[in-house]
């Protein structure tokens, strides 16, 4: 369970939240540009842009769940069980195991179109990080400031969607999703007009009745109708603090509280941590289930022509 949202306005934010029964011991991550990733079958990048984001670091490998690079691209990977398909090796193609689409994607391309190129020359490969560390069916975001893709890998193929919802959850696939969000087309902020009987007057006795039959629940079809409609409703502000803080009331909207969803097993899921990029500052901020102050790492705060990465547990 996760959901995940690109902002693209005066300021480009991306983020999401994690929704699990555990954590993995994540961290904020900095990947320096001389920072050497090795892929298993694409050999190593030793120059590129500079990574921010969260990561599960497993020696000194960042496993990114979601990032950004300096060029204001933004990818993350959610959870995408039962429909996502992964290959063996293919010639002539980038064979990338699913969690190196992230590291990939953001050390080569500075835009949503170069990866549009990029991934026509991808395939997916089922392999997993270590023995400790499963594979992960996933489909992605990936954002610029200027447009979103959805990426799914499905039993026909690599399919990518345009996203101009700039939303990601998980199950359906994303064009399912997309022709779900036509039952709420008539959801608004304001008042409700009657057009049961507009000849007779009915009053209203709440506010906030232009919303009834907004889904409440923490499916992921009602998680993607709820950040649809926050985002598409709520007020912007004139400065980046007021857009982050912007940013993590409409995360709410889609958070879990500890225990009201539970697994098969009986564990209760919560939302771990949440996440917002900003561009423009390069600052990546994070608040977790257990500590909801506000913290931040950026590109700034570090030197980016080194090879090391910089990492601070959340």
Do not use: W
């Not at 929704?19 to 900095?30: G, P, R, T």
Request: proline fraction near 4%; include cysteine; charge should be negative.
């Amino acid at each position: 369970m996760c959901t995940a949202i690109s902002e693209r306005g005066r300021y480009h934010l991306f983020g999401r939240t994690l929704d699990l029964e555990l954590s993995y011991i994540e961290s904020v991550v900095l990947t320096p540009r001389n920072f050497a990733f090795e892929f298993r079958h694409e050999g190593k990048i030793e120059k590129h842009s500079a990574i921010i984001g969260i990561a599960h670091i497993s020696g000194e490998t960042p496993l990114y769940y979601d990032a950004m690079n300096e060029e204001g691209l933004c990818a993350a990977g959610l959870n995408f069980p039962g429909n996502a398909v992964y290959n063996e090796c293919k010639d002539g193609l980038f064979n990338l195991a699913a969690f190196e689409v992230i590291p990939f994607i953001l050390s080569k391309c500075k835009s949503v179109g170069e990866v549009r190129e990029l991934l026509k020359m991808t395939n997916i490969t089922g392999e997993s990080f270590a023995q400790n560390l499963p594979t992960t069916p996933l489909h992605f975001i990936i954002s610029d400031k200027y447009e979103s893709i959805t990426v799914e890998p499905l039993a026909d193929g690599l399919r990518i969607y345009d996203n101009p919802f700039g939303v990601l959850t998980n199950n359906p696939t994303f064009d399912f999703q997309v022709t779900h969000l036509a039952n709420f087309a008539g959801l608004s902020s304001s008042s409700r007009e009657n057009t049961l009987c507009p000849e007779i007057k009915l009053g209203q006795y709440s506010r906030g009745m232009g919303a009834i039959g907004l889904p409440g629940d923490y499916s992921s079809t009602s998680r993607f109708v709820r950040a649809v409609f926050a985002k598409n409703h709520t007020t912007h502000e004139d400065d980046e603090a007021g857009e982050v803080n912007r940013f993590f009331h409409i995360m709410d909207t889609v958070s879990v509280p500890k225990g009201a969803v539970k697994t098969d097993e009986g564990r209760d899921v919560r939302t771990v941590y949440t996440s917002c990029g900003c561009f423009e500052s390069g600052r990546y901020y994070y608040t977790t289930y257990e500590d909801r102050t506000l913290r931040s790492l950026a590109f700034s705060e570090v030197s980016l022509d080194t090879d090391a990465v910089v990492a601070k547990r959340i």
